[in-house]
C-alpha cells in the first residue's frame, strides 16, 4: 500500500495490520480485523460525541477552525454576505452553484408559488396554547407537513425530492411567522409573493392594518445576511440529526422535525439567547472586569465565546459585527451592543482567554441585532432554522446520492452486568 497506509501492531498478540488511508483517513471497519482470537467482535473506535469521527464525505461546507474559515460550496462565506441574497446562496447549496439570473429568477418563482401553507395547518397552530414556545410550535408544524404531502415518502425519487426542498424553504418562513403571531395574539398574514423572501417574512410577522406592509430596506437586508451566515455549518448537531433521520429514508418534513429539535437546545441554536442572559446579568461596563475574572475562576461561563470547530475568531461574527451598525441606524442603537464589544475587547486582551484561543463566535452577536429588531429571545432558535433549512436539505439530498449510505446504527462499548438469572 506504500505511504497512503497505516501499520497498527496489536501489543497484545504482536500482530502487526497495515491499514489503507482514503482521503487521510481510515475506515473504522479496517480496525474489526485486530482480534485477540477468532471469537473476538474486533477493535472499535470509541468517541463520544463524534470529536475525531468522520461519519460522511461531504462537498457542502468547508470549515478551517484553526484559520477561521467558513466556505459555502468553496465560497468564502463574507462574499457571499456581501454579494449574494439568500436565495442565491439556498440555491448555492442545494445545486452546487451560484445561478446565473434566469436561474435565480425560475427559482425564486418557484419557491414563491410554494409559500401558503394549508388552511387547516392554521387550525393546527392554533390548537397550541397561547404561551406555547415558537419552536415548539415550529418543530410540530415541519412534522404534520408531512401529513400533507404523501409523496415525499417517494425518498428515491430525485423530483420528488427537489419537490420536498422547495416547498420546505419556501413554507418554513410563513410556519415561523404564524407561531410569532399566534403568541402575541395576532391574526396570521398571508404571504405577499411580490416581496423578497426576507421582506415577506417580515410582512408575515409585523403587518397589523395597512393595506401593504413594506419593510425597512435595511432591516431586510440585514436579516439575508443573518439567514447567510445561517445557512449551513458542517456536520453540527442538527445537520448529523437531518442525516441520521434521514438514514433511515425518513421523508424530508419528519427528518428536518428531528434536525429542528436538536437545533432547539441551548447548546445549539439557543445559545444567542444565553449571550442575552449573560449581557443583562452583567449589566454595566463598570461590572465587566469582576464578570471576567468570575469566569476564569470557573463560576461562570462566557458565553458566545469559543466554538466547538472554531479556534480563530468566527468569520460569521466579524460579519455580524459589522452588520450591526446598519442595523442600530434604524433601530436605535442597543445598549447590550457596547456592553458586548467591551467584553470582546477584554477578552481579546486577556491571556486566559487568548491561550485557550476563545474568540466570539456567531451567537456572541446575533441575539442583540435580533432583539433590536423587534424579536423576543425565544424567536432566536426560530430564526436561525429558516436559513438552516437549506443546509439540512443540502446534506438530505447529498446522502440521498451517496453509494455509501446506510441506516446510521452506532456502536456501544457495554459495561453492564453479565448473564444473570431471575429468581
Known sequence: MGNESLTITDN??????????KHGNIRAMDLRQIKTTEKDFGVM???PAFLNTAACESRITFIDGDLGILRYRGYPIEQLAAKCSYLETAYLLLYGELPDEKK???FT????RHTFIHENMKKFMEGFRYDAHPMSMLVSSIAALSSFYPDAREV?????????AIRLIAKIPTIAAYAFRHTNGLPFVYPDNELSYTANFMNMLWKMAEPKFLANPVLAHALDILFILHADHEQNCSTSTMRVVGSSQADPFLSMAAAASALSGPLHGGANEEVLRMIDEIGSIEH??????????GERKLMGFGHRVYKNYDPRAQVIKETADSVFAVTGRNP???????????ALSDEYFVKRRLYPN????SGIIYEAMGFRPEMFTVLFAIPRTSGWLAHWEEQSKDADTKISRPRQVYLGSGERNVK
Do not use: W
Open 362 to 365: 456567531v451567537d456572541f452577536y
Open 12 to 21: 497484545r498478540t504482536g500482530k502487526s495490520y497495515e491499514l489503507p488511508l
Open 288 to 297: 465587566i472586569p469582576a464578570f471576567i475574572e468570575s469566569v476564569k475562576k
Open 45 to 47: 473506535s470509541y468517541d
Open 109 to 112: 418563482a418557484r419557491v414563491a
Open 156 to 164: 428515491h425519487n430525485p423530483e420528488v425530492r427537489e419537490l420536498m
Open 336 to 346: 447590550k451592543v457596547d456592553i458586548a464589544r467591551e467584553i470582546e475587547k477584554i
Open 104 to 106: 435565480l429568477s425560475d
